[in-house]
């Protein structure tokens, strides 16, 4: 979804973002569908089983012969300007999911997740499922066996050598945020044995997020083409920024899409590889969550089940089927919906889908197709618990308590947004949990500025005027509010003005509001407070790595949001963006309010070592209610998300948790283009 990118994994020719942003993985944009849509599991819901051809046969190439021949252009608005063209970079400092959308089709992993019932499957791994770790010595190893024929565009092939590179170069360069999720401390090393076998080695026994779920979707990069880059880096004065700085135009891929051209500020594209490995393989899904891969030449495997014996949930063919994708930087959402509307572009790469405002405009169009899905993602306030008050878990609850999100998403924003609680999405059945602190959850209005009050007023807080709801003589609320003066902290000192940064209203409308409201919520608890609308990069670059001692100080609050991530073990995400290892200046990672909790630090540690996924689910739960007890984020809102195309555009799958640009980077690896 949206526009930062956590554990971004990709499947063979891009994945997601997350959210995106992992992309998820900070999330997004504007939004979306105004009434309810009804929550499902993505395993659950019913998706469109679509050729390549968008005539249901099945053939890829619209003649019915099978060839799945590549032609077309697919016309794509970005939303918001692409910031590097280097993958090393994309997946650390500059974890947009708009670099995303453009840099994600080109990088292979070990294993990776089948869409849209998240399995893990195999990409140059050759066995399904990952073989199982073994003691060595003082800690434990795996073997796995991978795929000999796999190759990238110019021809060498993808091996052991690549991903022992890959990995080699993450250590010694110290590169951060999805990086570091992928390579886990737990994993000591890793070794080629030959060219088709990688041995990886664990201090300790591995858990899901360490080994399945962590350095299996690792994305390898093609050493013959980075090792010269790497080694003039090794020899610069700052050799990661020196890496970063390096262009990926030529990169060689091993996905569907080659990256070919960046004109900044004007466009990007992506051109077909002719010589991609799975291309014309036919997934399938079923019923029981069996899942198979076939092709007409030597791959014909099933997992997890035997294919065949329930109902096809979906069933789709690989590309490529577009001969090239231009990615059109238009830079706000208005432009490119603009541009959509006056039929320059096929379809807008928007993480949120569809602005309300929007919605409408669109539907009169003729030759249009429309799409509503759940969000994967969520908009969220952060606060930086590294400086006084908003290092105060009084401070955070006051705001936790008077923010009204049912108020602002059904009331002021007329349903266009859904006010949630936990971070893992309830369309996520398996993972989500209801039993987290709703703060001020069925008060009102009175009651919850009351309860804000006392908590203040209990850690200490003391105000020149005290802040107020009236009530009338039988004790009832009246909905006059007497605002709080010279708040002052319990220190003594007074509390100083509190900037918010936020997206403007030309970006997200939704956020812009949202804000507006917490800016006159904090002042009427007396807290003075200042709501900027600031870009969104600008936000980024104050808030995420790298950052220094001194520059981390100099943000208070801010609003953004995540999508991507892994929902097979969403509480990766968790761990990334609140674990103390991942913090934005001491680690590198997506840890922005320098969380560090002793307790949630021991709900990570436990996660890392669970091995079957109902023990994993049950810490997951506990991780979710410490951070919606201790509040380093408010989590929000999250929206439905609307995606519309042009009809001469085919999708494999339509029905999918996220939306069409979530999964994976609007399939730009299997879409088709007719005439």
């Known amino acids: 979804m949206e526009e930062i990118h956590v554990r971004s994994l990709r499947k063979r020719g891009g994945w997601l973002a997350l959210l995106a942003a992992l992309a998820l993985v900070a999330a997004a944009c504007s939004s979306d569908d105004t009434g309810e849509t009804t929550a499902t599991t993505a395993a659950s819901a019913t998706t469109t089983t679509t050729s390549g051809d968008g005539d249901g046969d099945g053939d890829g190439d619209g003649d019915g012969d099978g060839g799945g021949g590549i032609g077309g252009t697919f016309q794509t608005a970005l939303v918001a300007d692409l910031t590097t063209d280097n993958f090393w970079a994309y997946l650390d400092t500059e974890s947009s999911v708009h670099n995303g959308y453009v840099l994600g089709q080109s990088h292979p992993a070990l294993y990776t997740l089948s869409i849209p019932d998240f399995l893990n499957i195999p990409v140059l791994a050759e066995v399904a499922p990952a073989p199982a770790v073994v003691p060595d010595g003082d800690g434990f190893s795996v073997t796995i066996p991978l795929r000999n024929g796999m190759k990238w565009s110019d021809g060498e092939q993808v091996d052991a050598n690549d991903f022992v590179f890959t990995f080699d170069v993450v250590r010694e360069f110290e590169l951060g945020s999805n990086w570091l999720s992928n390579t886990p401390e737990q994993v000591t090393s890793v070794e080629a044995n030959g060219d088709f076998s990688v041995k990886i080695n664990f201090s300790e026994e591995p858990g899901l997020s360490i080994y399945q779920n962590g350095i299996n979707f690792l994305s390898i990069l093609p050493e013959h083409f980075w090792a010269p880059i790497v080694d003039a880096a090794r020899s610069s004065d700052d050799p990661k920024a020196t890496l970063y700085a390096s262009s990926g135009v030529g990169e060689p891929s091993a996905g569907t899409n080659i990256f070919n051209r960046w004109e900044q500020g004007a466009f990007a594209s992506i051109t077909a590889n002719e010589d991609y ?78 602005p309300t405002g929007r919605r409408e405009e669109l539907r009169a169009i003729e030759g249009l197709e429309f799409a509503i899905n759940p969000s994967e993602g969520f908009r969220y306030l952060a606060f930086n618990l590294r400086k006084a008050p908003m290092s105060d878990p009084a401070f955070r609850q006051a705001f936790a308590y008077v923010i009204d999100k049912e108020f602002v998403t059904q009331s002021v924003l007329g349903g266009a947004a859904l006010p949630i609680y936990s971070l893992v999405p309830e369309a996520n059945g398996s993972w989500y949990t209801d039993e987290v602190n709703k703060w001020g959850f069925g008060m009102s209005e009175g009651e919850r500025f009351e309860a804000a009050v006392q908590v203040l007023d209990d850690a200490g807080y003391n105000w020149t005027v005290r802040p107020e709801a009236a009530k009338d003589e039988d004790g009832e609320f009246t909905g006059v509010f007497t605002d709080g003066e010279g708040m002052t902290m319990p220190s003594g000192g007074g509390v100083p003005e509190i900037e918010l940064q936020t997206p403007g209203p030309g970006y997200d409308p939704l956020r812009s509001t949202f804000a507006t409201w917490i800016g006159q919520w904090g002042e009427r608890l007396g807290v003075p407070m200042d709501v900027n609308p600031t870009d969104f990069n600008t936000i980024v670059d104050a808030t995420f790595p790298p950052q220094t001692e001194e520059s981390v100080l100099e943000w208070d609050l801010y609003m953004l949001g995540w999508g991507g991530g892994d929902p097979s073990l969403p509480c990766t995400s968790h761990q990334a963006f609140f674990g103390a290892d991942q913090d934005a200046v001491t680690g590198g990672g997506f840890n922005t309010p320098g969380y560090n909790d002793p307790d949630f630090e021991a709900l990570s540690d436990a996660f890392d070592a669970s091995t079957d996924l109902p023990t994993a689910r049950s810490i997951c739960a506990d991780m979710e209610k410490n951070i919606a007890e201790n509040l380093p984020y408010i989590v929000l809102f999250s929206t439905p998300i609307t995606d519309a195309w042009r009809q001469n555009v085919v999708f494999p799958i339509e029905d999918v948790l996220g939306g069409i640009n979530g999964f994976p980077n609007a399939w730009a690896g299997q879409v088709l283009v007719t005439e």
């Not at 019923?287 to 109902?311: K, R």
């Not at 990615?327 to 959402?333: A, H, I, L, M, W």
């Open 277 to 354: 490995y799975y291309r014309n393989t036919v997934y399938t899904t079923f019923e029981d969550l069996a899942w198979s891969q076939s092709n007409a030449a030597d791959i014909n495997e099933d997992y997890f089940g035997s294919p065949g014996q329930g109902a096809v949930l979906s069933s789709y063919e690989d590309g490529p089927f577009v001969g090239e994708i231009i990615y059109s930087e238009y830079g706000s959402q208005d432009a490119a919906y603009l541009a959509f509307q006056e039929g320059e572009v096929d379809y807008v790469l928007n993480p949120s889908g569809i």
